[in-house]
């Protein structure tokens, strides 16, 4: 029987070089000198700071543009609230989302149900979901539909078996 998953992914290597092209573009760009602009990256997160929240949130904007280039979704990000640091500078986590979690995992099984197509049903596994059909034009629909749904996590398609 024809099935596929979804899953949530994020490349860290596309992360890790977004956060190298953002850091680099923020020590040579004029409105950002004398304003130690950094961003620092580690598996989970990322954590942002600068003098000024001001330049935190142009950070994270410039951090923004350099993701989409990279093709990285931006529901990936969880950006936490801005923090006053010591010497009167600012900081921000910002948190790595990867994986389907159960309420998602269950609202993609509501998704795929609600659907109409009889012969699809899903199931959650771990992080990711498997949805299983007769046809593979339903699977087909399937995934257009869910790449069109509006969900808290970026989505992609893997194990196709027809």
């Known amino acids: 029987m024809p ?5 949530s992914e994020i490349d860290l290597q596309e992360v890790r070089n977004a956060v190298d ?3 680099r573009e923020a020590t040579t760009r004029f409105d ?9 990256f580690s598996e ?7 003098t000024t929240e001001d330049r ?10 350099k993701l989409i280039k990279r093709s990285v979704s931006l529901k990936a990000l969880d950006a936490g609230k801005i923090e006053e640091a010591s010497h009167n500078s600012a900081r921000q986590k910002v948190a790595l989302k990867a994986g389907i979690s159960p309420d998602v995992g269950k609202q993609i099984n509501k998704f795929v149900k609600d659907m109409g197509v009889k012969s699809l049903s899903s199931s959650v596994q771990g992080e ?3 949805v299983t059909g007769k046809q593979r034009d ?4 399937a995934m257009a539909a869910l790449k069109e749904a ?3 996590v970026p989505l992609q398609f893997t194990n196709f078996r027809d």
Do not use: C, M, P
Request: hydrophobic share 50%.
């Open 3 to 7: 099935s596929f998953d979804v899953v």
């Open 21 to 23: 092209q953002a850091n």
């Open 32 to 40: 950002f000198k004398g304003t130690d602009a950094i961003i620092e």
């Open 44 to 50: 989970k997160e990322l954590a942002l700071s600068a």
């Open 56 to 65: 935190l949130r142009a950070l994270y904007q410039l951090l923004q543009e």
């Open 128 to 130: 990711h979901v498997r």
């Open 138 to 141: 339903d699977l087909q629909r």
């Open 150 to 152: 509006d969900l808290a």
